[in-house]
């Protein structure tokens, strides 16, 4: 039982383009939503995170969108720079304490 | 702080042998947890202590595992018996209690210990 999916396991794109990530999920309970970040040989580190009372939460580039109605969440990078380039993991949370992580999609940015 | 520090990064060890990894979380966190993350798979939760207390364990942590995390401070997880199916990357992280700092900024994680058992 996948609750949480991210379809993409990869992404190109060039650098100063939107990046677009995309995790669908199937837990009508989740509270919360969390994007993170992982380079290789490195734990996961926290990017953004949005309640499930909202529709969008932006921080700087980085803007992530939730679709309740379509249990669909998206991860918007503008601009994307090559540093931005590792894999990134969206994960859902209705007890707070315990995550439920997507798969993951690696994205390339391309100088 | 440094951050939550695991030790060692890598172990290598034969089938049928026992292995201890331990995790140093952020001084002032009192929520700990574990994760293993498999090749192509997300991290996924083993167990989660807060302070002392261990709070909930996974299905995914048969008896070979256990955990422990004495006085509330750094964390040991044992595996015995090791399998091959065991070989993964244990990741820990850590945590401030308040429910809101939790769900708003996440858990701050190692950089994890990767186990290879042949």
């Known amino acids: 039982d996948q609750q949480v999916k991210q379809n993409s396991p990869s992404l190109s794109v060039q650098e100063g383009r939107i990046s677009i990530l995309n995790c669908d999920y199937t837990n009508s309970m989740f509270d919360y939503f969390l994007w993170y970040k992982k380079y290789p040989a490195e734990g996961p580190t926290f990017l953004i995170s949005i309640s499930s009372i909202k529709d969008k939460n932006e921080d700087g580039r980085f803007t992530v969108f939730l679709n309740k109605s379509a249990k669909h969440l998206s991860l918007h990078i503008v601009p994307s720079q090559p540093g931005d380039s590792a894999v990134y993991f969206c994960?859902?949370?209705?007890?707070?304490?315990?995550?439920?992580f997507g798969t993951g999609t690696r994205l390339k940015v391309l100088a | 702080d440094t951050g939550v520090s695991q030790n060692p990064r890598h172990k290598i060890t034969k089938r049928g042998q026992n292995v201890t990894f331990r995790c140093d979380p952020i001084s002032e966190h009192n929520r700990l947890y574990w994760y293993r993350q498999t090749l192509g798979q997300g991290p996924e939760f083993l167990t989660y202590f807060q302070n002392e207390a261990q709070l909930e364990k996974s299905r995914l942590l048969s008896d070979r595992f256990s955990a422990e995390r004495p006085k509330g401070s750094f964390s040991t997880l044992e595996i015995q018996r090791t399998e091959q199916g065991d070989s993964a990357m244990y990741l820990c992280?850590?945590?401030?209690?308040?429910?809101?700092?939790?769900?708003?900024?996440?858990?701050?994680f190692g950089s994890g210990t990767r186990l290879t058992v042949v």
């Open positions: 994960a859902g949370t209705s007890g707070t304490y315990k995550y439920i």
């Open positions: 992280a850590s945590s401030l209690g308040s429910e809101a700092a939790l769900s708003r900024y996440g858990y701050t």
